[in-house]
């Protein structure tokens, strides 16, 4: 059921976001956009010393891309750059494979009903693009197509 | 219901209709599958399906070519569908409708061949600002190559163009004026007729997208005196890769071929071509044969129910949906036009139009979400997508209740 997609955690991040605001003192920041969707978001990394020491964002989206850049932002903070990465490999395969879930998402678990829905995994995914882009520091605008 | 009582009165039998649409009975997910998507495409009658059915398992050969019996079958069968495409939008001759692939190629077949031609710099192309990217982006690569001007004419708040601006647009500069017939974001019918006839006396010529309009309304070129009418196979309950460009023969006749390749040409050697008649100068290589047959099935079928039928039934079906929906809290239909085809497009406070779109499908109600291949649409209202249902006559009150059932879920959901 749609339920297993919207579960209560991703619902209460949704309307909740966490982390969701302007940050002026970041030095990495990135844009990401879903051209299907319409869904627009941007990330802002403030990293010392090779750690995410404060990351949020801020945009507009549906339910399943709001809820999952809220979620990475909680679980991206004081992780190194690596970490961040493998993180985001881990996310990937979550939604796209059915390799055995890392034990390393911990609450980014939720998300698994995405795999369910193909349409919806472009949703899920923009942050982490975003957040690729933002490591990278390449500048360039992230788009899903 | 009243809707269903008025259809019966006007010799409509919802049910008996739906039961020509194989696809109609099956669950989705578990529920009865509620059709909403009529405007991206519509689902084929079994007269469509037979139709393709008998060509592949009888008929099936090349035409134009072959003096055997399979070839001379199917060449009449499909060039019997542009005899009643020539009926379906009263065409003068059967020479002015050619066979494309759809609206999309039928506006780039124009823009291509007309537009190198005749189109030069400096020269001011119109469109509307509910314009299908169809009906833009061939346009704007013309302007680009030519170094013409792309021109829009604005419209209002209910999604109507505003006829005192196009006024104002109009100059020695027009060559063109290409807009929709009926919006596919929105519904609205716009006034073609009037557009055609000023642009006529600014000395302008016309081409009207009727890929939402082929569905839903009764046409005629020549009542509206189009220079060039497209629309799309698919979307009248015929197969995809069809479609049907009308041009007037005096422009057709004065354009340079479109593509190059068998069927278009008459002699050829390698130091000079000379181009077939119309309409298979614009027609190379062999065609959709099959979605040809299929479209000229889908044309029979829509006739035989009658397009006057079929749109009071639709308006019925639109008043009964608008107001179904206008009593949800927080729901605002975009596109309210006084003239308006049955699309409803609409949009929930805090909710985004793909959560709503998942959630509907799991109750087997499939709706379009997104920006509709018309962008611009969604920047005039400042929304970056809309959840639009868009009916067919095979669709029912009973459907509306079930979306408008859907949508309170919806809403109970995520707030």
């Known amino acids: ?145 | 219901m009243s809707v269903l009582g008025s259809a019966i009165q006007a010799g409509f039998d919802v049910e008996q209709v739906r039961a020509e649409f194989p696809v109609l009975r099956q669950k989705v997910h578990g529920k009865p599958l509620v059709y909403l998507d009529n405007a991206a495409t519509s689902q084929k009658p079994l007269a469509v399906i037979d139709a393709i059915r008998r060509f592949y398992e009888v008929d099936c050969a090349n035409i134009h070519r072959g003096v055997h019996e399979l070839s001379q079958r199917s060449t009449a069968a499909y060039e019997q569908t542009r005899v009643k495409a020539k009926l379906f939008l009263n065409a003068r001759t059967r020479n002015e409708l050619i066979f494309v692939r759809g609206t999309t190629e039928g506006i780039n077949l124009v823009a291509s061949s007309w537009g190198r031609k005749c189109v030069k710099a400096g020269d001011e192309i119109v469109i509307g600002a509910m314009e299908h990217h169809s009906n833009i982006v061939p346009w704007q690569l013309l302007c680009e190559e030519k170094g013409a001007r792309l021109r829009v004419i604005p419209m209002n708040d209910r999604g109507e163009l505003l006829m005192e601006e196009y006024a104002k647009l109009l100059g020695p500069r027009t060559r063109m004026v290409a807009v929709g017939h009926v919006s596919n974001a929105l519904g609205t019918i716009s006034p073609v007729r009037e557009i055609i006839e000023m642009a006529h006396k600014a000395g302008a010529l016309t081409l009207i997208d009727g890929a939402q309009a082929a569905p839903h309304m009764k046409l005629d070129v020549q009542a509206l005196d189009a220079d060039f009418y497209a629309f799309s196979g698919h979307k009248v309950f015929g197969p995809t890769g069809i479609g049907i460009l009308y041009g007037k023969s005096k422009l057709l006749n004065a354009m340079p071929p479109y593509q190059g390749g068998g069927d278009m040409i008459r002699t050829v050697t390698f130091e000079k071509t000379t181009y077939n008649d119309l309409p298979y100068k614009f027609e190379a290589g062999t065609p959709n044969i099959a979605g040809g047959i299929g479209l000229g099935a889908a044309l029979d079928y829509v006739n035989r129910i009658g397009l006057d039928k079929i749109a009071a039934y639709e308006h019925e079906l639109l008043l009964y949906g608008t107001e179904a929906l206008s009593a949800i809290p927080g729901l605002r239909i975009l596109g309210t036009a006084r003239e308006k085809a049955a699309v409803l497009s609409f949009v929930m406070e805090g909710i985004h139009p793909h959560d709503i779109g998942t959630v509907l499908d799991r109750m087997g109600i499939a709706v379009r979400t997104g920006h509709h291949c018309a962008q611009p649409v969604m920047d005039w209202f400042g929304v970056p997508a809309t959840t639009r249902a868009s009916l067919a006559f095979y669709n029912t009150a009973a459907e509306i209740d079930a979306l408008a059932a859907g949508i309170r879920k919806v809403k109970e959901m995520f707030s």
């Open chain 1, 1 to 145: 059921m749609v339920d297993d997609l919207y579960q209560e955690i991703i619902l209460d991040h949704s309307k909740h976001p966490r982390n969701c605001h302007f940050m002026g003192d970041a030095n990495r920041h990135a844009e990401g956009f879903n051209p299907l969707c319409g869904d627009k978001l941007k990330l802002y990394l403030r990293v010392e010393g090779g750690i995410v020491k404060d990351v949020s964002f801020e945009g507009s989206g549906c339910a399943i891309s709001t809820a999952s850049a809220s979620l990475m932002t909680e679980s991206l903070k004081g992780k190194t750059k690596e970490e961040a990465m493998k993180l985001l490999d881990n996310f990937h395969d979550l939604l796209t494979t059915d390799s055995p879930v890392s034990q390393e998402l911990g609450k980014l678990v939720v998300f698994c009903g995405v795999k369910d829905y193909p349409a919806r995994v472009k949703c899920a995914t923009l942050a982490w693009h975003t957040l690729k882009s933002a490591l990278n520091n390449t500048g360039e605008p992230v788009s899903t197509e």
